[in-house]
Nanobody, 119 residues
């Protein structure tokens, strides 16, 4: 099974940028849709961005569209989330997750990395 390890979280000022990275170990990385999710204090977990196995197809939540970019490197087996124009509403724990292309659920999750945006 895949193992996912997020990194890159931290404290950033509003308007700033941050890059999260998810290191993936395991077999058949390209068979997995990868996603970034987040959970803000007092809110439910939400999907932020998704990218298919090829890296050519992406999806973003309305709240981050135009500000965040998800990309994957199928050679390095990593998935990154580039975050720009950050606001305090972007604060939360960000999780990397994987869903097999033949599956229906994101069943593999990383441990999460904290992103805090100060105002």
């Amino acid at each position: 099974q895949l193992q996912l390890v997020e990194s890159g979280g931290g404290l950033v000022q509003a308007g700033g940028s941050l890059r999260l990275s998810c290191a993936v170990s395991g077999r058949s990385f390209t068979n997995y849709v990868m996603g970034w999710f987040r959970q803000a204090p007092g809110k439910e977990r939400e999907s932020v961005a998704l990218v298919d196995g090829s890296g050519r197809n992406t999806h973003y939540s309305d709240s981050v569209k135009g500000r965040f970019v998800i990309l994957r490197d199928n050679v390095a087996n990593t998935v990154a989330l580039q975050m720009h124009s950050l606001t305090p509403e972007d604060t939360g724990v960000y999780y990397c997750a994987a869903r097999h292309r033949a599956g229906s659920d994101f069943g593999v999750w990383g441990q999460g990395t904290q992103v805090t945006v100060s105002s």
